[in-house]
């Protein structure tokens, strides 16, 4: 099972800052099949990136995913107060699927 | 726009069996897996496993194996989570998803389960 490591656990920011958070993986993702999400209590996770890059439908510019291999990044280029959640890496690259434990961007 | 819709609340007691729901559109049905993806404060989320509802393929997380049971009703067009004997630790909220090369990009509204004596 592929373990994917995210840092930091907390990442303290305010709105119109940059955000960089970090997916470690413990083996190569394979098809670079690696997908971000955000998560706010009380609602559903939402797809924000697949395929390590691809951002996904509807999703603003502000966010980037980065990366190949084993590392990769997603960047929220100019942070909004809507943007203040946990985020999760995915990879669904093999058969068996896993999360990241999380990061949560927070309020600063 | 596409949906996947769950079944209500749960409150359960240790021991007891449940099976909760998530209605899917026919072409998500036939062209696309669903997962299900468990959500807990402490653990954030946890990956279940997929079912393939047009054949019934699946494959479970080695954390959830012998622990739930996925399955499909084709006639309603809708899977199911069961347990068959609850335990306090399955409290949680779970998520069924649509799951392709896109990723999980559709998500049911999730369903809350508490096991409590």
């Known amino acids: 099972e592929i373990v994917l490591t995210q840092s930091p656990g907390t990442l303290s920011l305010s709105p119109g800052e940059r955000a960089t958070l970090s997916c470690r993986a413990s083996q190569s993702v394979s098809g670079n099949y690696l997908a971000w999400f955000q998560h706010k209590p009380g609602l559903a996770p939402r797809l924000l990136i697949h395929?390590?890059?691809s951002r996904a439908t509807g999703i603003p510019e502000r966010f980037s995913g980065s990366g190949s291999g084993t590392d990769f990044i997603l960047t929220i280029s100019r942070l909004e107060p809507e943007d203040f959640a946990v985020y999760y890496c995915q990879q669904y690259g093999v058969s068996t699927y896993t999360f990241g434990q999380g990061t949560k961007l927070e309020i600063k | 726009e596409v949906q996947l819709v769950q079944s209500g609340a749960e409150v359960k007691k240790p021991g007891e069996s449940l099976k909760i729901s998530c209605k899917i559109p026919r072409h998500t049905f036939t062209t696309y897996w669903i997962g299900w993806v468990r959500q807990t404060p402490g653990k954030g989320l946890e990956w279940m496993g997929i079912i393939f509802p047009a054949d019934s393929d699946m494959r479970y997380s080695p954390s959830f194996q012998g622990q739930v049971a996925f399955s499909v009703d084709r006639s309603k067009s809708t899977a199911y989570l069961q347990w068959s004997s609850l335990k306090a630790s399955d409290t949680a909220t779970y998520y069924c998803?649509?799951?392709?090369?896109?990723?999980?990009?559709?998500w049911g509204q999730g369903t809350t389960v508490t096991v409590s004596s």
């Open positions: 998803a649509r799951s392709g090369v896109l990723g999980m990009d559709v």
């Open positions: 395929g390590a890059s």
